[in-house]
Nanobody
Framework: VQLEETGGRPVQAGGSLRLSCAAS????????MAWFRQAPGKEREGVAS???????HYSDSVKGRFTVSKDNGENTLALQMNSLKPEDAAMYYC???????????????????WGNGTLVTISS
């Protein structure tokens, strides 16, 4: 499975941004797809995940501001980010996992595939 993220760019605090992830190279949909982010000097953290049953989970830091969605027909994953804060600045990664056991927890080591990331910078 190959994952490619797009959409990252500079944005002002309070603004909105939509990230997309295109998945290719597989004959079946991974059970779990998720967005992670990593800011300089910090650990990679889960932001939002969605499984094939439509269950969605968000980290507390983005709940109510970010929305994850998946288009199974197009094999794409999106992340709509609203009310962006300076602390949202990071490299954002798309990830996929064959198993569901780590989808809710968004455990980094539980993901099987990763994209190269797309950079979101935020000016205050």
């Amino acid at each position: 499975v190959q994952l490619e993220e797009t959409g990252g760019r500079p944005v002002q605090a309070g603004g909105s941004l939509r990230l997309s992830c295109a998945a290719s190279g597989h004959t079946y949909s991974p059970y779990c797809m998720a967005w992670f982010r990593q800011a300089p000097g910090k650990e990679r953290e889960g932001v939002a995940s969605i499984d094939n049953a439509g269950n969605i989970h968000y980290s507390d830091s983005v709940k109510g501001r970010f929305t994850v969605s998946k288009d199974n027909g197009e094999n794409t994953l999106a992340l709509q980010m609203n009310s962006l804060k300076p602390e949202d600045a990071a490299m954002y990664y798309c990830a996929a996992a064959h198993l569901d056991i780590y989808c809710r927890s968004m455990f980094v080591l539980g993901m099987d595939y990763w994209g190269n990331g797309t950079l979101v910078t935020i000016s205050s």
